[in-house]
């Protein structure tokens, strides 16, 4: 009769309430191991009733591993370990981990009980540890996400799960800033979102020109800079506008917007933009206008939707295989015969063999040929249908223009 207490329950846990379960088998510490060796090595004569053998070539039976390892094993100097070893990698080439409670239930069925009471306290000393050690693993994880996380919040829109992306951020000096503050209040009125360093950058950040650098390349298509004297003063104006250049030669993507604000000489590497002369105006031409479109992220913008007629009959296409690809009518109702009515009937088209050859409805056709009809009756013809279908193999008999010899003779 198998001892109740070193019977594995069947949630797996213990006396000192350790589920040994979720502990994997590699959180056997090598003092523990070299335990279960020590008592597991020495070969034992008699078997369980069930004929499991009571040492090391029990694991070996009931973990079922490749017989090609019995030689290896029989002359290994600690067996034990190396099947516990060899247990741990075929369970990873199964995705699978061998736990503490396989090993207990294991002992127990080779009727070790001795080795599980001499071990037990060893074993759950190693569960706890593994345990404290996931722990802080885990916690020291979450610590790193959250300090991640808070670095990355750069503007006051900014949370842990979201981070705002803007339209476009804005670059001036300090001296333009009404000018600035006009270009927001207009383009925010037309639900473009722009990202300003005095307005949306959070305080207590250390280095300014890397949130700016952050900002201009992850979460702001544009760069709208304001052009004056005053901006091309200062060098890390300058910084960001060579930043942003590079990064639309590296992207192939439109980025930088100039905006003059002053009659001015601009410099070489903004010379070649087409800029927005804010003092220009004229009927063609309007500043605010030409920066929203310039900002509009021209792939959000809705198709235009094509509404037919309700008087436009669409024929039905059918792909099938070419040798049997044909053009099949569907028998139309008989109607009464006028020449200015046609057939609003539609027709199944499929794939004709020849695909330049262009194809006609049913409709197209019985219009073609009420207007041949339609000829055929002020031209004097009794009968338009006899005419288009006659036989190409017996041409129509042409007149002739003269007059013959024996008839030229008769008269004479």
Request: charged share 30%; aromatic share 8%.
């Amino acid at each position: 009769m198998v001892n109740s207490a070193l019977d594995p329950s069947p949630d797996g846990s213990n006396r000192d309430d350790v589920n040994l379960r979720i502990i994997p088998l590699s959180a056997l510490k090598h003092e523990t191991c070299k335990h279960l060796s020590a008592m597991l090595n020495k070969r034992k004569v008699f078997r369980t009733d069930d004929g499991y053998f009571r040492d090391w070539r029990g694991l070996f039976q009931v973990i079922c591993l490749d017989n090609q390892y019995t030689s290896d094993l029989q002359n290994h100097a600690n067996p034990t370990a190396h099947i516990l070893h060899l247990w741990q990698k075929a369970g990873a080439r199964a995705r699978y981990e061998p736990n503490l409670w396989e090993l207990q239930r294991i002992l127990v069925l080779m009727a070790r009980h001795d080795v599980w009471d001499d071990s037990e306290a060893r074993i759950n000393d190693d569960a706890r540890s593994f345990l404290i050690a996931e722990l802080n693993h885990v916690s020291q994880k979450q610590i790193v996400s959250c300090e991640k996380s808070d670095a990355d919040i750069l503007t006051r829109d900014d949370t842990s799960s979201h981070k705002q992306q803007y339209d476009a951020f804005i670059l001036y000096a300090d001296k333009d800033a009404e000018f600035a503050s006009e270009i927001i209040e207009r383009m925010e009125e037309r639900n473009l979102k722009l990202c300003v360093k005095d307005r949306d950058i959070l305080a207590g950040i250390e280095f300014e020109h890397d949130v700016f650098v952050r900002l201009i390349s992850e979460r702001c298509r544009r760069l709208i800079i304001v052009i004056s004297e005053e901006f091309l003063k200062s060098p890390l104006n300058e910084y960001f506008v060579m930043f942003a250049r590079a990064l639309q030669i590296e992207q192939k993507k439109r980025k930088i917007i100039p905006c003059v604000y002053e009659r001015m000489q601009l410099p070489s590497n903004l010379r070649y933009y087409f800029t927005l002369d804010y003092k220009r105006s004229n009927k063609l031409y309007n500043f605010w206008e030409k920066l929203e479109d310039a900002l509009i992220d021209k792939s959000l913008r809705a198709l235009p939707e094509v509404n037919l007629p309700a008087s436009v009959t669409v024929p039905q296409i059918v792909n099938v295989p070419n040798d049997k690809a044909d053009i099949v009518h569907e028998p139309l109702e008989q109607q009464p015969e006028e020449t200015n009515t046609t057939s609003n009937n539609t027709v199944d088209i499929r794939k004709s063999s020849c695909n330049s050859e262009k194809m006609l409805t049913y409709s197209e056709n019985n219009t073609k040929e009420l207007c041949k009809k339609k000829w055929y009756s002020i031209l004097g013809k009794s009968s338009a249908k006899v005419n288009l279908n006659r036989s190409k193999d017996k041409p129509d008999k042409k007149k002739k223009w003269y007059k013959s010899n024996k008839k030229m003779a008769t008269a004479l």
